[in-house]
């Protein structure tokens, strides 16, 4: 009974979106009563796109690529301004591959042990939060960047020109406040960042072994682009992954596919209830970029962007908001908690400070981005 409670305490603590997304999924069962309806709810494309793209990056992973990435690129940091410039750009490109949440996973604790090394430990806050800043900001230029692109690129039918029209422009101008804010910080001379590696990386090894989660990797890019159907994909994933590492399959982020999938059953249900669903598209229509925005600051991006989905004319407008939504508080966007966590694992009186930091510098961008989509038009006021 006693670990059961535990566990129970633990994934309320720890996946609190994806009860909250439980429960209401639960709540709205009551009236719209279980049905064959539910089963045309979910998205069935993106869920599987979500467990492929999650397990091959798991791959890679294994193999260290990201870690030996960031290793070769600090070696040719000389200033400690230069240090801060690498990092936060790899935080900024690697999110479009590889997500936002499995960059900060990967680079922010590289971070930390690297400025800690040189003895420069005040300056960890400001650029843990930039990383962070730059991981969310950075995985809204491609499609499988975050979760909630993989989704509204699924549905939207949008091309590739229209998908870059919608988040690129907010993505330049992101790259240059970035480098803008680390450039204000002071700069010192830096004869030696730690990162040597010990023994010469063995790059036949390493393409063989990568090999397979790159092939992967290539077939899920089609089926992103519509070219190859999502089902014989999975399969190929699946199959493979069982004979080449299925330790893999612990890796997937299981909370967050049963997310999606509540939301799926919450908004499936919403959307049948004629008066609530006259509501929220009063409500959304032709504000699609500002509710996205609000909407995430207390509910997380992801989540935001099913919900609204369901009640919107202008899903690019959308996928703008919901990506500058992931800017504001800290659960704006779930991959801030994950800097939030590593943070203060290590330093646990430096919450505060953490807190002030990251508000500062969230609001700082996302005033800057939402003044970007004033003067492009991109949305309309609230009366």
């Not at 069935?44 to 796109?49: D, F, G, K, V």
């Not at 004869?191 to 899920?220: A, N, Q, S, W």
Request: a positive charge; proline letters at 4%.
């Amino acid at each position: 009974m006693k670990l059961a409670k535990t566990i129970f305490k633990n994934i309320l603590k720890n996946e609190t979106v994806c009860c909250a997304a439980l429960v209401l999924a639960a709540s709205s069962a009551f009236f719209v009563h279980p049905d064959e309806a539910y089963l045309a709810y979910p998205d069935y494309r993106t869920l599987a796109l979500l467990f492929c793209l999650m397990i091959i990056v798991a791959g890679f992973q294994s193999k260290g690529v990201f870690a030996m990435m960031g290793h070769a690129l600090l070696r040719r940091a000389r200033s400690l301004r230069a240090l801060a410039a690498v990092m936060v750009l790899l935080c900024f490109f690697s999110s479009m591959l590889i997500t936002n949440d499995v960059t900060l996973l990967t680079f922010v604790p590289f971070t930390m042990l690297v400025f800690r090394m040189i003895g420069q430990t005040e300056r960890i806050v400001k650029l843990v939060v930039l990383e962070t800043v730059a991981a969310n900001l950075g995985s809204m230029a491609t499609p499988i960047g975050n979760p909630q692109n993989l989704y509204l690129y699924s549905i939207s039918g949008l091309s590739g020109g229209g998908f870059a029209a919608a988040v690129l422009p907010y993505a330049g101008l992101s790259l240059l406040l970035l480098m803008g804010a680390v450039l204000l910080g002071r700069d010192e001379p830096l004869m030696d960042v730690g990162t040597e590696r010990k023994h010469r990386t063995d790059v036949g090894k390493l393409m063989r072994g990568i090999f397979p989660y790159l092939c992967l990797l290539v077939l899920c890019l089609l089926v992103v682009f519509h070219v190859l159907p999502y089902i014989p994909v999975l399969l190929i994933v699946i199959a493979v992954t069982a004979l080449v590492n299925r330790r893999l399959y612990l890796e997937v982020d299981y909370f967050l596919l049963l997310t999606f999938l509540f939301f799926f059953i919450f908004v499936g249900n919403i959307k049948r209830v004629p008066e609530i669903s006259a509501f929220l598209v009063s409500v959304v229509e032709g504000r699609e970029l500002l509710t996205g925005v609000l909407a995430s600051q207390v509910m997380s991006n992801v989540p935001a962007a099913i919900l609204l989905s369901g009640f919107s004319a202008d899903l690019p407008a959308l996928l703008t908001g919901v990506n500058l939504g992931g800017l504001g508080t800290l659960i704006a966007s779930l991959a801030s908690l994950i800097s939030y966590k590593i943070f203060t694992r290590e330093y646990p009186h430096s919450r505060g400070r953490f807190l002030k930091v990251f508000t500062f510098w969230n609001l700082v961008f996302l005033l800057a981005l939402l003044a970007e989509a004033a003067v492009l038009g991109a949305f309309s006021v609230l009366p």
